[in-house]
Nanobody, 128 residues
């Protein structure tokens, strides 16, 4: 299993970025993929998740309305479109895959230990 993130970079506050998570080695229908982030000195935070089974999506309160998660199954890629970025969004962003689960819900964003596979991370820096 391999997860490869890309798309991070430096952006001004109010700007946008799209992160990509290219996955291989999993049957996405049986898994969920989530985005987590970790800023220096802070705990890893679940940002958004998508179920490969039914396409349901979940967001943390801190990004709801600004970030959108989606998947392109033909490309085996999950995206995180980030808009209206704020300096507090600065972090290393990781994608993670977990499952199979009987039921995926937003509560899994609070349980990073449930995810078996992780990418290497991509840095997002938002300047004020």
């Amino acid at each position: 299993v391999q997860l490869v993130e890309s798309g991070g970079g430096l952006v001004q506050a109010g700007g946008s970025l799209r992160l990509s998570c290219a996955h291989s080695g999993i049957i996405f229908d049986d898994y969920a993929i989530a985005w987590f982030r970790q800023a220096p000195g802070k705990q890893r935070e679940g940002v958004s998740g998508i179920s490969g089974t039914d396409g349901s999506t979940y967001y943390s309160d801190s990004v709801k309305g600004r970030f959108t998660i989606s998947s392109d199954n033909a490309k085996n890629t999950v995206y995180l479109q980030m808009s209206s970025l704020k300096p507090e969004d600065t972090a290393v962003y990781y994608c993670a895959a977990g499952g199979p689960w009987a039921y995926y819900s937003g509560s899994y964003l609070n349980r990073p230990y449930e995810y078996d596979f992780w990418g290497q991370g991509t840095q997002v820096t938002v300047s004020s």
